[in-house]
Structure formats: C-alpha cells, structure tokens
Nanobody, 124 residues
Framework: QVQLVESGGGLVQAGGSLRLSCAAS????????MGWFRQAPGKEREFVAA????????YYADSVKGRFTISRDNAKNTVYLQMNSLKPEDTAVYYC?????????????????WGQGTTVTVSS
C-alpha cells in the first residue's frame, strides 16, 4: 500500500479558491492512478476527480467540471486538486486515494489506499 497525507483544506468564502495537496510514500507513486473523493456531512462519499499515472488523462464529476483541476507531479510524489469558484455545496472532507488499476476510477472500490482527509468549508 501507499501512505497518503492530504493538506490544504480550510475555510474560504464562496467564489474563492483552494489547492489541496496529497503527498504519497511507500510505493512507486508514478505507477498508479490517483483520485480525489469527498464526503459532506450526512452524505455518502462521492467521486470528485481522477488522474492517470502519466497525468495525461483526467476525469471529473459533473458537479466540479470547469471549476476543479486535478494534476500530479511524479517527481514530488504529489497529486493536487485546484479548486476555483467554490460553492457552499463543495463543503466536505476531501480524501485522496491511490488505485492499482487504471479503470473504473470513478468508483471508490477501485482504490486500495486512502488518506485521512482534509476539511474544506465554503461559507456563503
């Protein structure tokens, strides 16, 4: 497994921006696709974005498309989630995850390693 540590969460006003980071260690980070998920209070965890091991392919939930950007720096073993035009409904705990496979990246069952999460709160 890989160990994942998220950072960058916080409190921001609606319309603002945040950049989340997820630092990985424990196995060859560059070999595996990565994803971001979130869980709002009282709701199930949902897919946000995913990126292939090369960074050449990205996937987004419809709710964040055009506002969020996922990227990775394999030299730094880090994946990022740039979040712009934030809305109150983006408030959640955000988790990064690592997958051993390159398909079905919108499903949390595909991922075998998870971080502890970082909290994002968007005020109206």
């Amino acid at each position: 497994q890989v160990q994942l540590v998220e950072s960058g969460g916080g409190l921001v006003q609606a319309g603002g921006s945040l950049r989340l980071s997820c630092a990985a260690s424990g196995r060859t980070f560059s070999n595996y696709p990565m994803g971001w998920f979130r869980q709002a209070p009282g709701k199930e965890r949902e897919f946000v974005a995913a990126i292939s091991w090369t960074g050449g392919t990205t996937y987004y939930a419809d709710s964040v498309k055009g506002r969020f950007t996922i990227s990775r720096d394999n030299a730094k073993n880090t994946v990022y989630l740039q979040m712009n035009s934030l809305k109150p409904e983006d408030t959640a705990v955000y988790y990064c995850a690592a997958s051993k496979v390159g398909y079905d990246l919108k499903y949390d069952s595909t991922y075998d390693s998870w971080g502890q999460g970082t909290t994002v709160t968007v005020s109206s």
